[in-house]
């Protein structure tokens, strides 16, 4: 009565179709606490995502970082040129507030499940806009060799895209967040 199906999802990680037909089970929880139970496990796996998130985005950075203080141009190092500096900062301060959202997250998780939903969705909705700034910016800094898949960059890239789309995409949790704050009249409380 099980049945599962595996296939490579776009990072090249993988993924799986699960089927139960027929299955003896085991009750874990009332058919009143279900879905509750099953929303404060997605919201772990989000918040933990949102972790990893920051962590691909700060390797992604420092990869970056590295490239631009080795790559040459006119007999200097990139790194050295001022647009392309500012746009190193516009890069870090997106990781920094990622990995503020990822903290905040992280730490409603005890809450009460009104509040653990919104800040996660807010966290999901932060970081959703990180990943892909931080991923095209990075990609951009790279030039050619940062689209190519025998460079480790494009696997950041790839895994950062699929990442935002995990669990619901960036609108999908920024209608979360609407959703939840009508009665603050769009006051983060």
């Avoid at 949102?50 to 141009?73: C, H, I, P, S, W």
């Avoid at 746009?87 to 997250?105: C, G, T």
């Amino acid at each position: 009565g099980v049945a599962l199906r595996g296939y490579a999802l776009h990072d090249g990680s993988r993924a799986a179709e699960l089927t139960l037909q027929d299955t003896p089970a085991t009750l874990l929880v009332g058919p009143d606490r279900g879905l509750a139970v099953l929303e404060h496990a997605v919201d772990i796996a989000i918040a933990a995502q949102a972790a990893e998130a920051v962590g691909a985005m700060d390797r992604f950075v420092a990869l970056t970082a590295e490239y631009l203080n080795t790559r040459k141009q006119f007999g200097v190092a990139i790194a050295s040129f001022q647009a392309l500096r500012h746009r190193m900062a516009d890069i870090k301060m997106q990781l920094e507030l990622a990995r503020s959202m990822s903290y905040f997250a992280t730490l409603k998780l005890g809450e009460p499940a009104e509040a653990r939903r919104r800040a996660v969705s807010q966290a999901k909705v932060q970081l959703g806009q990180a990943m892909r700034f931080v991923g095209q910016q990075c990609i951009q800094l790279h030039g050619g060799i940062g689209v190519t898949d025998e460079y480790v960059g494009s696997h950041y890239f790839k895994r950062l895209t699929l990442m935002e789309m995990q669990y619901g995409d960036s609108l999908h949790h920024l209608g979360e967040v609407s959703r939840r704050m009508q009665d603050t009249a769009g006051v983060f409380a």
